[in-house]
């Protein structure tokens, strides 16, 4: 079956921008994280949906950062007034409820001029 | 600190080696740990999980010592599609799904 899906796969923006990437999960699959992935750094947590449950955003590393989760399926993952420091690489995973195996979607490139 | 300690590496070892990567975790309530493994330019893929009796799957044996806080993974008979970053991850003690990653250890298999 189809895996994690997350566009777009590189973006390249200007400081100051906003940016959304996208997350499509695995069928079925009532969890979704985001995970950012800076040059040689491990992946950070950033967000977590579990169904209709508040999310966690304690990983969110301002409040330029925000994430919604529509219908408990394709996620957004929204960079306001983008910075340097955002470049990183942009990791979503799904899994079939909270515990189980996450599973990785390729990731987005960000790149921040 | 870092809540999971790696060696960058990288490990270059020669085809049919035996390599051991070590990891260790600052949190003592982690309760679940893992292997991914993640090839250059691509998503980190579980390789295995590690329980505290020490699990096996082919060629790679993940071993974990609670009381030191210290996971291991053995590789036996080094391929050369085993080279990839190995990245030792742990759960938040206080959530079952907030996965910590370490920094990841590269290894090099060469011919």
């Known amino acids: 079956g189809a895996g994690v899906s997350q566009s777009p796969s590189n973006k390249v923006t200007e400081k100051g921008k906003d940016v959304e990437l996208r997350c499509d999960p695995i069928?079925?699959?009532?969890?979704l994280y985001w995970y950012r992935q800076s040059l040689g750094q491990g992946l950070e947590f950033l967000i977590y949906?579990?169904?209709?449950?508040?999310?966690?955003k304690s990983g969110l590393p301002s409040d330029r950062f925000s994430a919604e989760r529509t219908g408990g399926s394709v996620s957004t993952l929204t960079i306001q007034r983008t910075q340097q420091e955002d470049s990183a690489v942009y990791l979503c995973?799904?899994?079939?409820?909270?515990?189980?195996?996450?599973?990785f979607g390729p990731g987005t490139r960000l790149l921040v001029l | 600190r870092k809540e999971v300690e790696q060696d960058p590496g990288p490990f270059n070892v020669p085809e049919g080696a035996t390599v051991a990567f070590n990891c260790t975790y600052s949190?003592?309530?982690?309760?679940?740990f893992f292997w991914y493994r993640q090839d250059c330019r691509k998503e980190p893929k579980l390789l295995m999980s590690?329980?505290?009796s020490g699990n096996e799957d082919g060629r790679f044996t993940a071993q974990l010592n609670r009381a030191s806080q210290y996971i291991s993974l053995l590789i036996r008979d080094s391929k050369l599609s085993d080279s990839a970053t190995y990245l030792c991850?742990?759960?938040?003690?206080?959530?079952?799904?907030?996965?910590?990653f370490g920094s990841g250890t590269r290894l090099l298999v060469r011919p």
């Open positions: 590690v329980y505290s």
């Open positions: 991850v742990v759960t938040r003690g206080d959530s079952s799904y907030k996965l910590i």
């Open positions: 995973a799904s899994s079939r409820t909270v515990g189980e195996t996450q599973y």
């Open positions: 949190n003592s309530a982690s309760q679940s």
């Open positions: 069928s079925g699959h009532t969890a």
């Open positions: 949906f579990q169904g209709n449950s508040a999310p966690d």
